[in-house]
């Protein structure tokens, strides 16, 4: 059975860290490229952030030196630190794979395979 699963959200001030995990099962990982998303109420899901097989990675401009995306072929496990947090940054937060390649332009509708999310809340 594939899974996804995501993890690592919570509540976090403004200027702080989290490090999201997004742990697949029942598929390997090698050979896909894994993507995170966001989706803010009454906004439409974004993608962030997404890391290739060949390690290459994509940043939107509004994370792009605050958040790192980086893979553990080993654990079969995805990993997005935030740091610096803001307020704009909370969201429910998603990874994604697609097998080949990504791009933060690639569509949510290409990827084989979701988690369920995890939320993150910024806050004072």
């Known amino acids: 059975q594939v899974q996804f699963v995501e993890s690592g959200g919570g509540l976090v001030q403004p200027g702080g860290s989290l490090r999201l995990s997004c742990a697949a099962s029942g598929f390997s990982l090698v050979n896909y490229a894994i993507g995170w998303f966001r989706q803010a109420p009454g906004k439409e899901r974004e993608g962030v952030s997404c890391i290739r097989s060949d390690l290459r990675t994509y940043y939107i401009d509004s994370v792009k030196g605050r958040f790192t995306i980086s893979r553990d072929n080993a654990k079969n496990t995805v990993y997005l630190q935030m740091n610096s947090l803001k307020a704009e940054d909370a969201a429910v937060y998603y990874c994604?794979?697609?097998?080949?390649?990504?791009?933060?332009?690639?569509?949510?509708?290409?990827?084989?395979?979701w988690g369920q999310g995890t939320q993150v809340t910024v806050s004072s």
């Open positions: 994604a794979a697609i097998r080949g390649y990504c791009s933060t332009y690639t569509a949510p509708s290409l990827y084989d395979y």
